[in-house]
């Protein structure tokens, strides 16, 4: 499958719809049972906050894959990521209520790069911080 953007309709500095995703303990667990990742940080408060944490914290990688659907939803086609990166910043904070936390993330086309690839610059904040620092995708356009 390829991506249905066409590099030709892109310009830099085009806007990705942005989105937001919610987290909450309930998902941290799905997420660990997937990933196999059980660290207590991500489940355990009373272990978290006994580390440094202000409390129970998001995988990292949990953390990037919600970032990077914002480009794979853009494309509608995920194999079309070519490259993926990210600096971790802040951790994702998810207390124990209703609410939890949420994600929000948006992105723009950064550069037109050679062979129908572009940059994808990403701004992904948690609690009005930004948890993810440096998150860029390289994408394969049709």
């Known amino acids: 499958m390829t991506a249905k953007i066409a590099y030709g309709d892109v ?58 659907r914002v480009v794979t939803d853009w494309t509608g086609d995920p194999a079309a990521v070519v490259e993926y990166g990210v600096r971790f910043t802040k951790p994702v904070v998810v207390p124990n209520d209703d609410q ?4 929000e993330v948006s992105g ?14 990403l701004i992904v904040k948690s609690a009005g911080q930004k948890v993810l620092g440096m998150s860029r995708a390289v994408v394969q356009l049709a």
């Open 11 to 68: 310009e830099v500095g085009a806007e990705l719809p942005a989105q937001t995703f919610p987290v909450t303990r309930a998902t941290l667990v799905q997420y660990a049972g997937a990933s196999g990742d059980f660290n207590p940080i991500h489940w355990n408060e009373k272990f978290a906050k006994e580390v440094g944490l202000p409390d129970v914290i998001a995988h990292g990688m949990f953390t990037m894959a919600e970032a990077i």
């Open 100 to 103: 939890g936390a949420t994600i």
């Open 108 to 121: 723009k086309v950064a550069a037109k790069l050679d062979d129908n690839k572009v940059r994808v610059d």
